[in-house]
């Protein structure tokens, strides 16, 4: 019990705090006006409380580049706290964006992959997995982006740190203890986003903002694909679950109540976790008496 607390103070709690005093930081400011974006600064917030905890579950990359795929998130969250500034900057240009974040997930996916190109995807079958993987990862965090644009207030990083926070129970028990720990401290910083909006519900999240959490945690899901592994499907059932924003545009609950359009995406999101959770449990629990544990 006593490893399990330390692990929460210094996976989420002290990272999600660090994160929200950042936040309000660069933050006070922006909020003298009302309907705006999240200052250029947060990507840097949310970065600095992943930080805190990678360094704290992990440690620091001994090499570079490192040695170990889990190494690599620490470059990917400094590179995503970076280009979420210039997405913030680049406003409405949106092809310099959608390019940039293609590039950048190839990049990094090509990074990450390469011992399984090397050694155990050989030829083809290499370059269909890092490119499927690096599509997969791109198209989910440009609907992040469009959703961050679109939708004011706490909806859209809720749901993230929701998801952020089941899937790493998901890869707990698919046999991930590290990236399940990784993922949990996702949640805590996006979840740092949540009180904040909660408080100025007029402000958007966008684009830049969420870079940092679409591309860390797209980087944790792609090393589960390919390294732990996580059976694809439930991977995608995670990505699916984060997209239940979109329903916010549906006509019905735009003439609802801001909660009430929090509280239906919410519930279907938890339910969507419900369904990879239960069978994911059920396996691990079937192994592990398989094999005597």
């Keep these: 019990m006593a490893f399990l607390a330390q692990q929460i103070l210094w996976g989420a709690l002290l990272p999600a705090l660090l994160a929200l005093v950042v936040l309000m930081a660069v933050n006070w400011r922006t909020w003298r006006v009302a309907?705006?974006?999240?200052?250029?600064?947060?990507?840097?917030?949310?970065?600095?409380?992943?930080?805190?905890?990678h360094w704290r579950i992990i440690g620091l990359p001994l090499a570079f580049p490192p040695n170990d795929s889990t190494e690599w998130l620490f470059v990917v969250a400094v590179a995503t706290a970076l280009w979420g500034i210039v997405e913030q900057f680049a406003g409405g240009r949106f092809l310099l964006r959608d390019a940039g974040r293609l590039v950048f997930t190839?990049?990094?996916?090509?990074?990450?992959l390469r011992p399984l190109m090397a050694n155990l995807?050989?030829?083809?079958?290499?370059?269909l997995w890092w490119g499927g993987l690096t599509l997969g990862w791109w198209?989910?965090?440009?609907?992040?982006?469009?959703?961050?644009a679109r939708i004011p207030g706490l909806l859209v990083p809720l749901v993230l740190s929701a998801v952020a926070g089941g899937g790493g129970f998901v890869l707990l028990w698919s046999n991930s203890s590290s990236l399940s720990q990784l993922s949990g401290a996702v949640s805590a910083v996006a979840g740092a986003?949540?009180?904040?909006?909660?408080w100025r519900r007029d402000t958007t999240v966008g684009a830049g903002s969420v870079a940092f959490v679409a591309g860390v945690l797209g980087l944790i899901w792609l090393?589960?694909?390919?390294?732990?592994p996580v059976p694809v499907g439930r991977i995608v059932g995670l990505a699916i679950a984060?997209?239940?924003?979109?329903?916010?545009?549906?006509?019905?609950?735009?003439?609802?109540?801001?909660?009430?359009?929090?509280a239906v995406c919410f519930l279907v999101?938890?339910?969507?976790?419900?369904?990879?959770?239960?069978?994911?449990?059920?396996?691990?629990?079937?192994?592990?008496?398989?094999?005597?544990y």
């Design 223 to 228: 090393n589960a694909i390919a390294f732990v």
């Design 35 to 53: 309907e705006v974006s999240l200052h250029w600064g947060t990507p840097a917030a949310l970065a600095a409380g992943y930080l805190f905890a």
């Design 106 to 112: 190839a990049a990094f996916a090509w990074l990450v």
């Design 121 to 127: 995807w050989q030829g083809s079958v290499g370059y």
């Design 242 to 262: 984060s997209l239940t924003p979109v329903l916010a545009l549906l006509p019905t609950l735009k003439r609802r109540g801001w909660w009430v359009v929090v």
């Design 139 to 148: 198209l989910w965090w440009s609907f992040q982006a469009r959703l961050a």
């Design 269 to 292: 999101t938890a339910l969507i976790l419900i369904s990879i959770m239960l069978p994911t449990y059920w396996a691990y629990v079937a192994s592990a008496q398989t094999y005597g």
């Design 193 to 198: 986003l949540v009180p904040v909006l909660l």
